[in-house]
């Protein structure tokens, strides 16, 4: 049975539990639950703190996982990306008061308190930067104002903690994070069939999520100008219609896309322009 680590708790949880679940997978019904056997697709899923997941997956206890970009990082296990999946993005920052920093290597000499000493170490280490490391567990916004570091280098969403807390960021972040999916690295060349199987599965939800499914009647010596506004991904597909002169096209674009290519269509003159989602698919 394949072995698959995913986050029990926090941010995380939930939009990796529903990814697997629309990618066919059976997943816990209770939040309490620890494992979850799919017997009908031979996968065995563990619920795990999404900051142990890179150990277990990099030990080789485990075949696969998903957690963070950043807490693989932090990690420092013998894992790797195989997959973005999309959902969790974040990214990983420096923050103080205004006015204490303004470039990264004023960091030398200073006291950065964060729950990811990992990252932070690594990004000093390769930019020769000698400042101290305080590891704290979580609330680090609140160590500035405790006296406990000068900076804080912390996952920043909306932004709103760090505003609540008087602080503002410094510099670019030191990374983007979103969900990945995680292997162990050089887990061997070649993918065994059910690893194979569920990437498939997880780069159907992602296309189906991005894209959706628009069809429309256009005059035949429009189509060429209606096909370059709705290439498709590979091709787009073209039925007669029994009114004489028209044709049917379907094709698929991006969700983000479909209003303007819509009115751009319409403008065209094609006509019974509709748009329907994609449930899943295999491109
Ligand atoms: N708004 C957010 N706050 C915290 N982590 C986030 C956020 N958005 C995405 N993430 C990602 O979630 C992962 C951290 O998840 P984790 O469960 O360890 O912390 P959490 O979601 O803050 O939960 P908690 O602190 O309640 O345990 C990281 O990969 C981080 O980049
Ligand atoms: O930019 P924002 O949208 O405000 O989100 C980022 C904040 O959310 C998380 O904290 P969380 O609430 O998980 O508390 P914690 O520090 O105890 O983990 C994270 O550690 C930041 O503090
Ligand atoms: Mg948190």
Redo the contacts with the bound molecule.
Sequence with gaps: MLRIAVPNK??LSGPAADMLREAGYRQRSDSRDLVCTDADNGVEFFYLRPRDIATYVGSGDLDLGITGRDLLIDADADAEEMLDLGFGG?TFRFAARPGTLTAPSDLAGRRIAT?YPGVVNRYLTERAIAAEVVRLD????NAIRLGVADVIA?????????RQAGLEPVGKPLLESSAILIRRRNGGGELTPPVNQLLRRLQGVLVARRYVMLAYDVRADLLERASALTPGIESPTISPLHREGWVAVQAMVLRAEVHRIMDELYDLGARAILVTGIHACRL
């Design positions: 926090g941010t974040a729950a979580g609330a680090v916004e912390d996952v920043v969403s909306t932004g709103a903690t760090l």
